[in-house]
């Protein structure tokens, strides 16, 4: 038998042994596994002219116990990969403080921020967090005890977001906030936000941290209809209508939500004050959009309904604030293009009147970083005002 | 070297010697490979046989105040004084059942919680006896309260716990150590219903399940506990390390602890309020009445005008999962206390195990009780309850509303049970379980002016 004949054999009976035995973990072979220690790296067959191209592949499922399981896998590959791995090897890493994300921009690394980089890295870190947070929630006895008490007492009161309440303690435990089930709902930020106007006010002045678009994007506001009908359309005009309104009888009130309010925030998105017979016309196209949605909400799923009272509940409150005056001043179009710093945005929500609102499931750590940021400029306010004026 | 053969044209050709050994060489190994493989070392084992059936202690108590369930068994089997309690069955148990391990070591007794002392609200009590080979007395604990003591004329007793994924070993150091458990589980608020969905076997998802939470207090003397994972704790009763705590998300707490004194709970018989002495004879007059008639015990006292007794009649049907029962009471209820504890039964028998929500949502939706699957839903969602955020949202009460004048009976009665909790004011507007469609809408408009759309609920007035 000759050479080739031989290997040929050698081979198949390779291949027969591989067939015949269990099939390895498939997470092994997806491209990199997570292991003690943290991702690793493989070389992945070439499809650069590179002879092996790095790659960082990372997949997450976490059963929560309470609701459905969270996946999350993610992939870099080339330079890029290879920096995420070294990255997420780096002792420096903070999984917390994604502002703090080293950028792999400089001279050295040849690249350019990529904008795809850093969002996948930002998702992956929320998907870590979310991971530690399903793994230490709150403690069990109190969960039981929660229903326990609603069944007996009712609510003796409703949770509520207590602003404006310059309270030492208070202001205390927010400044002390230092994970996201403790600042995801705002309250944190609104202590300090109060302290931070306050100290302005008593002459306090410093630098402030930069915000940059994608930040700013994810960060809620309450606390008026003004707040309500800023997040509405801070979402580039496009409308998040609920699931309720995909049914066929409601495709028509659809499709006029969607141009109503389409053309009623146009003008307002890019700095200018709002028609006001587009946001009469906004007004009655979500009064007949109740009355068409009435009958059926008895049918649909409760977070179905409530997602649906609750959009068209911020519609109305949106249609008094866009007829109001001072919309040309609502939306400041470069937060999309250039961001904004503490200081400014301080400024903005308190012409506004407005506070923080909860944060939006998934992006709570937007608000561990905006917490930081608020926290460092309300220090900076109040040394400012400790430190002896200069002769 | 070589073996010369002819082809099929009458060609020689010239077959290498090297290349047949290597040839046999090769099936050798193939076969050696195939062989090996992992299918044919493991083969199939053999079906484990189901443990036999044998008595594992002896009741002490009254006639009646055990009930069992054997596996695979549609009903409950009312038990006679003295009965041999037999291993696998779920014995269902009512306040004051005691029993005897079979060799004579330990008692066990069951507690009720009259008065709502205790740290779980737990409604009834039920365990499985195993066949204790390496200890006095191996129950599992299915919910409910027990306490455990040492009968013994000297030395120590070993009482082998099960509880969920837990296996406890509680040494009970002298004669007289009683040491009380209690296991309760339940459905944190605001936790999602998913119908099952089918999943590929090779799916590592485990599927949603409700929380639960044990305490074990030594009552009196000392004991010492070897939980899952091989840690040992010793405990003593107050003043001293005497309570551990276990829950299903962070297992057992390694650290017993100190109490300066026995609680409340420790003894629930004891200093009953007049509420819980009525309670405990609503109990006994069910006891007696099973003993009488076991079969028509549990829809007497249901039907029974007496609000205890009815209290009484829907822990039995959560108790002995008559779900279709349970699922009755949720729609069909004639008075206050039947559409309020009632809901409160059935919200409790979701939480006890795993697996309970998708069983009630199949039995809503099965031809006996014929909700539509949307409907269904809704009902888990209102049993499940509402988390803290959901009730911050003025949607949640609008939604409510709205269901005050839903189609099924089922629906209103829970939305009205939730709004008068979450909104304690609006007991005022009152609601009566089985209202017709113009009272629910006259109901419906009284909430909208106490909670009009887009607002939260104003907040409870202050007592003075």
């Not at chain 2, 939980?227 to 017993?256: C, F, M, N, R, Y």
């Not at chain 2, 309020?340 to 809503?364: E, N, S, T």
Request: aromatic fraction near 8%; hydrophobic fraction near 40%.
């Amino acid at each position: 038998m000759s050479r080739s004949a031989r290997l040929v054999v050698i081979a198949i009976l390779c291949g027969v042994g591989v067939l015949a035995t269990a099939n390895p973990a498939p997470a092994q072979f997806v491209g990199g596994f997570v292991g003690p220690g943290g991702p690793f790296p493989y070389p992945i067959p070439p499809t650069t002219p590179l002879r092996f191209n790095y790659g960082y592949q990372t997949s997450f499922s976490v059963g929560t116990g309470i609701g459905p399981t969270i996946s999350y896998s993610q992939g870099a590959y080339g330079p890029i990969g290879y920096a995420m791995q070294q990255r997420f090897r780096s002792p420096a890493y903070s999984a917390y403080d994604p502002l703090s994300v080293q950028v792999y921009g400089g001279y050295m690394t040849g690249g350019v921020l990529n904008p795809a980089n850093e969002a996948a890295k930002r998702d992956l870190a929320r998907a870590q967090r979310a991971a530690a947070i399903q793994t230490n929630p709150a403690p069990a006895r109190m969960a039981i005890f929660d229903q326990w008490a609603y069944e007996k007492l009712g609510v003796t009161g409703l949770p509520a977001l207590k602003p404006g309440q310059d309270m030492p303690a208070a202001l205390a435990r927010a400044m002390a906030a230092n994970n996201e089930p403790e600042v995801a709902s705002g309250e944190a930020l609104n202590h300090i936000l109060v302290a931070a106007v306050a100290a302005e006010g008593k002459g306090g002045k410093g630098q402030s941290a930069f915000l940059p678009p994608d930040l700013l994007a994810d960060v809620r506001f309450a606390g008026s209809p003004t707040a309500d009908t800023l997040n509405l359309l801070r979402r580039a005009g496009k409308l998040d209508i609920p699931a309720a309104f995909n049914a066929p009888a409601l495709a028509e009130v659809r499709q006029s939500l969607e141009r109503a309010f389409a053309a009623a925030v146009a003008p307002v998105l890019v700095g200018k004050a709002a028609d006001p017979s587009k946001v009469a016309n906004l007004e009655d196209v979500v009064k007949k959009a109740r009355a068409a949605l009435d009958p059926t909400i008895r049918d649909l799923d409760f977070e179905d309904a409530t997602a649906a009272r609750r959009f068209l509940n911020q519609l109305d409150a949106a249609t008094p604030v866009l007829k109001g005056s001072g919309t040309a001043s609502l939306i400041d179009p470069r937060w999309g293009t250039e961001g904004t710093n503490i200081a400014d945005l301080i400024k903005y929500m308190t012409k506004l009147k407005i506070l923080f609102g909860p944060a939006p499931k998934g992006n709570e750590d937007v608000y561990v970083a905006l917490h930081r940021g608020l926290a460092a400029y309300l220090y900076i306010l109040n040394e400012s005002q400790k430190a002896p004026p200069k002769k | 070297m070589g073996l010369d053969v002819r082809d099929a044209d009458g060609q020689f050709c010239r077959v290498v010697g090297a290349g047949r050994r290597f040839l046999a060489l090769a099936i050798v190994a193939l076969s050696a490979l195939l062989l090996t493989s992992p299918r044919h070392i493991h083969a199939q084992p053999p079906a484990p046989e189901p443990p036999s059936r044998v008595v594992a202690a002896v009741a002490t108590s009254l006639a009646a105040t055990f009930a069992s369930k054997q596996p695979g068994a549609e009903g409950v089997k009312v038990l006679p004084a003295a009965a041999d309690l037999y291993t696998g069955d779920m014995l269902i148990t009512l306040p004051g059942a005691a029993l005897r391990g079979k060799n004579g070591a330990v008692s066990l007794k069951s507690l009720a919680d009259y008065d709502g002392r205790s740290p779980f609200p737990t409604l009834e009590t039920a365990f499985t006896l195993n066949d204790a080979k390496t200890s006095d007395l191996d129950v599992t604990l299915d919910r409910g309260r027990i306490d455990l003591t040492n009968t013994k004329a000297a030395g120590a007793a070993v009482v082998r716990v099960r509880f969920w994924d837990q296996v406890w070993t509680i040494t009970l150091d002298a004669p007289g150590t009683r040491v009380g458990l209690e296991l309760y589980g339940r459905w944190p608020s605001g936790s999602q219903f998913q119908p099952a969905q089918p999943v590929a076997p090779s799916a590592p998802r485990k599927p949603p399940a409700p929380v639960a939470s044990l305490v074990l207090l030594v009552v009196s003397g000392s004991a010492s506990t070897e939980v899952s994972g091989g840690l040992t704790l010793g405990l003593k009763a107050p003043p001293g390390p005497a309570l551990l705590g276990w829950d299903s998300i962070e297992g057992s707490h390694p650290q017993p602890q100190k109490l300066e004194q026995s609680p409340a709970w420790a003894d629930p018989d004891a200093s009953l309020s007049s509420d819980g002495k009525l309670a405990a004879a609503a109990v006994e007059r069910f006891r007696l009445a099973r003993v009488e008639s076991p079969s028509t015990a549990i829809s007497t006292f249901l039907n029974s005008t007496d609000p205890f007794e009815q209290r009484v009649g829907l822990v039995s049907i959560g108790a002995t999962d008559d779900l279709t029962a349970l699922i009755k009471e949720l729609s069909g209820a004639k008075t206050p206390v039947e559409w309020d504890f009632g809901i409160r039964v059935a919200r409790h028998w979701l939480g006890r195990c795993p697996g309970h929500d998708q069983k009630m949502y199949a039995a809503l939706i099965s031809p006996v009780h014929g909700y539509t699957p949307a409907q269904a839903r809704i009902i888990m969602k209102l049993l499940f309850g509402f988390s803290a955020d959901e009730l911050g949202r003025s949607e949640t009460y609008e939604v409510l509303i709205d269901y005050l004048t839903h189609d099924q009976s089922t629906v209103r009665n829970l939305a009205a049970w939730h709004l008068v909790r979450a909104v304690p004011q609006g007991k005022t507007i009152g609601y009566t379980p089985g209202a017709t469609k113009a009272e629910c809408e006259t109901a419906a408009r009284e909430w909208k002016k106490l909670v009009p759309s887009g607002q939260l609920p104003p907040p409870p007035p202050k007592k003075d």
